[in-house]
């Protein structure tokens, strides 16, 4: 007769392994519980795209040409730094793009930047005006238009607009 192997081992290890389990589980919903996972919740950016409208005349704009404004609201817990705008998928160049907010987080000091030489810098619960400069006419009345928001962690955040007729 040939020797069967043991297998009393096997249970054993199995049962260790799911008290090992519970343990972490446990340990994770009592921080949970606690709000003590902040490490977590930092890392989730939220922004408010509170309204758009297009413009006939933006002065940031050369020339005072027409282009979309969007009011921008930072609703998380830590800072979003918005690096690259796409309209219809089009990366839209950052040199006609400017915005208004508050970098330094001082709703004291309104700074106005274009987003070829800053990114838009929003701070937690404070907003910026982001004004798309438009001098070649590509928003036309009556016209819906996908605008992305691409943060440098790489979120995209996406809003349809209707421009006005």
Not at 41 to 53: L, M, P, R, S
Not at 78 to 98: A, G, H, M, Q
Request: proline share 5%; net charge neutral.
């Amino acid at each position: 007769m040939k020797p069967r192997p043991s297998r009393a081992g096997i249970g054993a290890i199995g049962f260790v392994i799911v008290i090992a389990l519970t343990i972490i589980l446990t340990f994770l919903v009592y921080y949970w519980v606690n709000g003590n996972v902040g490490i977590f919740e930092n890392q989730a950016e939220k922004i408010d795209i509170t309204a758009k409208y297009r413009q006939l005349s933006i002065s940031n704009c050369p020339g005072n040409c027409g282009g979309t404004i969007l009011i921008v609201k930072n609703e998380g817990s830590s800072y979003v730094e918005i690096t690259d705008i796409f309209v219809n998928n089009k990366l839209w160049p950052k040199d006609r793009v400017w915005w208004s907010g508050y970098p330094q987080c001082d709703t004291s000091n309104l700074e106005t930047r274009p987003l070829n030489e800053s990114a838009v810098i929003l701070c937690p619960s404070l907003w910026a005006y982001i004004s798309i400069c438009d001098p070649d006419g590509v928003f036309r009345p009556g016209q819906h238009y996908e605008i992305k928001l691409v943060t440098g962690r790489g979120n995209i955040f996406t809003t349809i607009m209707l421009s006005d007729k």
